[in-house]
């Protein structure tokens, strides 16, 4: 059951300080793990995908990094990427070709996959692939697009847009909710701070766990500069570690990582990304403190 309240803003934050148990949260399976439990789960890869090379060395590495971690991983990447700051940017393979290759890495290497939809009629499609169907930031309002997610039965994973406070995630929880689908997560990728800029207000995902499910922290798009180039966005992945850490000090239940075996030369998103070599570190202290902070 979920765990929001229908009152104001400041009734939910005294609901949460109340009545919040991390027990309370909805154990997700998927395949022979649960998302949300009392392992570490981690959803990452290349933010588009740029080639089917890249595809296999990110997903490869990922994999033997997070097997001997012991951590649960989701292989993350998008056969397009529609909200680009040119018309010229980079985008990826499109739908079908994406799929395909996707679904040679699920094969492949034995993955679980998350790829974002941006239209309706991309959601049953994506299904047949994708284990969990993210909706993007941007488009985490459009309800048609909610409904055709919930509706595949697949997990949905839902970004807070940088334009919403955490408490207004729970109407775009009742709305997958009403169309049959309870296998739902929910992403914190930062908030607009003026022009060019995003601030991490780490309250939010305690706030959004209120609702029940798992929290997911995108660690790699919250230190993104939204067209901060002019033609493109900028970033500075320095301040991944930090914000990946403080997540887990607040409890978040996923983190998501953008990873390229070398980010600066990535047709999309690379000053934000993490490069595949800095992984394994970067996981296992965050492993550490999802540990300490459960009593482990």
Same mark, same amino acid.
């Given at each position: ?16 300080? %109340? *009545?919040?148990?991390?027990? *309370?949260? =909805? ?21 588009? /995908? ?14 033997? +990094?997070?097997?001997?971690? @012991? ?8 056969? @397009? ?21 996707? &679904? ?12 974002? /939809?941006?239209?309706?009629? &991309?959601?049953? !499609? ?5 284990? +969990?169907?993210? /909706? ?14 919930? =509706?595949?039965? =697949?997990?949905?994973? /839902?970004?807070?847009?940088?334009? $919403?406070?955490?408490? &207004?995630?729970?109407?775009? #929880? ?38 029940? %499910?798992? #929290? !997911? ?5 919250? #230190?993104? $500069? ?15 570690? !930090? ?10 239940? #996923? $983190? ?8 600066? =030369? ?15 570190? $970067? ?14």
């Amino acid at each position: 059951m979920p765990y929001w309240s229908e009152n104001s803003r400041l009734d939910n934050l005294v609901y949460f300080s %109340y *009545n919040f148990r991390m027990e *309370n949260i =909805k154990r997700i399976k998927l395949r022979d793990f649960e998302i949300g439990g009392d392992k570490l789960t981690i959803l990452a890869g290349p933010c588009a /995908i740029e080639s089917q090379e890249i595809l296999d060395q990110t997903a490869k590495g990922l994999k033997e +990094i997070t097997k001997e971690l @012991d951590i649960n991983f989701v292989f993350k990447s998008s056969f @397009d990427k529609a909200n680009r700051s040119s018309i010229t940017s980079f985008r990826g393979p499109g739908l079908e070709k994406g799929l395909k290759m996707l &679904q040679e890495v699920k094969d492949k290497y034995d993955l679980p996959i998350v790829t974002d /939809i941006h239209t309706p009629d &991309q959601a049953e !499609v994506a299904a047949k692939v994708a284990d +969990i169907i993210q /909706i993007p930031a941007f488009l985490c309002r459009q309800t048609d697009l909610l409904v055709a997610a919930a =509706k595949t039965g =697949k997990i949905v994973n /839902i970004k807070k847009g940088q334009f $919403l406070a955490p408490e &207004q995630m729970g109407s775009l #929880v009742r709305k997958v909710e009403d169309s049959g689908n309870t296998n739902i997560m929910l992403t914190d990728r930062g908030s607009s701070f003026g022009y060019n800029n995003l601030v991490t207000d780490f309250r939010g995902i305690p706030i959004m766990q209120t609702f029940g %499910y798992p #929290v !997911v922290f995108d660690a790699t798009h919250s #230190v993104q $500069l939204p067209g901060a180039n002019g033609n493109c966005s900028g970033g500075d992945r320095r301040f991944v570690p !930090v914000l990946a850490k403080a997540a887990m000090a607040v409890g978040a239940n #996923v $983190l998501f990582f953008e990873v390229h075996p070398n980010p600066d =030369k990535a047709l999309c998103d690379g000053p934000n990304m993490v490069a595949l070599s800095d992984a394994k570190d $970067l996981f296992a202290m965050c492993k550490k403190i999802f540990e300490v902070v459960r009593g482990k």
